[in-house]
């Protein structure tokens, strides 16, 4: 019975986060221009400190925001930051190939 009233008392937790949650907000930061054409961005819903890190050829990057109408977001987190939490995937497949990880986004 503990079990299910933990449960009950997450789903009231996510309920009432979710009553705050604007998902009518979306976001959209230009994390990087490659020469093959690709536009890396990251796309949030409702919170852009949450957000997912995409890759759209440069038309359908057009045409995803026309469809979303994102708002926009300049600043990117500083690459100076020394923040161990303040990687990107695309770092990741960088040092796993061996190329070394460098930031794609933009400094503030």
């Keep these: 019975m503990a079990r299910h009233d933990e449960l009950a008392g997450a789903a009231s937790a996510c309920a009432a986060a979710s009553e705050k949650l604007d998902t009518e907000a979306k976001y959209v930061r230009v994390t990087e221009l490659r020469a093959d054409g690709f536009v ?3 796309f ?3 919170e852009p400190e949450i957000y ?3 890759l759209l050829p440069q038309a359908a990057f057009a045409d995803f925001c026309a469809e979303h109408n994102p708002i926009r ?4 987190p500083s690459a100076a930051d020394d923040n161990d939490f303040l990687w990107r995937l695309a770092d ?5 190939a061996g190329e070394g990880a ?3 986004h933009p400094t503030a």
């Design 52 to 54: 997912v890190e995409m």
């Design 92 to 96: 990741a497949a960088r040092a796993a």
């Design 102 to 104: 460098t930031r794609t």
């Design 73 to 76: 977001l300049e600043a990117a």
């Design 40 to 42: 890396a961005f990251d």
């Design 44 to 46: 949030a819903i409702g």
